[in-house]
């Protein structure tokens, strides 16, 4: 049965734990699936790919849009979203 979307709150409350752990399971585990796209990528075509690379292709994986990709990017830890940035960065310094 499809479910309307919880808020962080909404499913803390449902669980009985703290929006504060509802938020760090989260971001462990967006950090866990970044990683893991990253070593598919690598085993499937034989290339490190960018980190800006695999955020866009996660973003279409959850099917992120418009002003939630911004929420989304802050879940990841500093050390990956540094690595998004200089990607970025990067890629735009080349066109």
Excluded: W
């Amino acid at each position: 049965m499809f479910r309307k979307p919880m808020s962080g709150s909404e499913i803390a409350k449902e669980l009985g734990v703290t929006r504060q752990a509802i938020s760090n399971v989260l971001k462990r585990s967006l950090n866990k699936v970044f990683k893991e796209v990253k070593k598919r990528h690598i085993k499937e075509c034989g290339v490190i790919p960018n980190n800006f690379e695999i955020i866009s292709e996660m973003v279409t994986m959850f099917n992120v849009e418009g002003k939630d990709i911004k929420k989304f990017y802050r879940m990841f830890s500093m050390d990956i979203k540094r690595k998004i940035e200089k990607d970025a960065e990067n890629i735009y310094r080349r066109t």
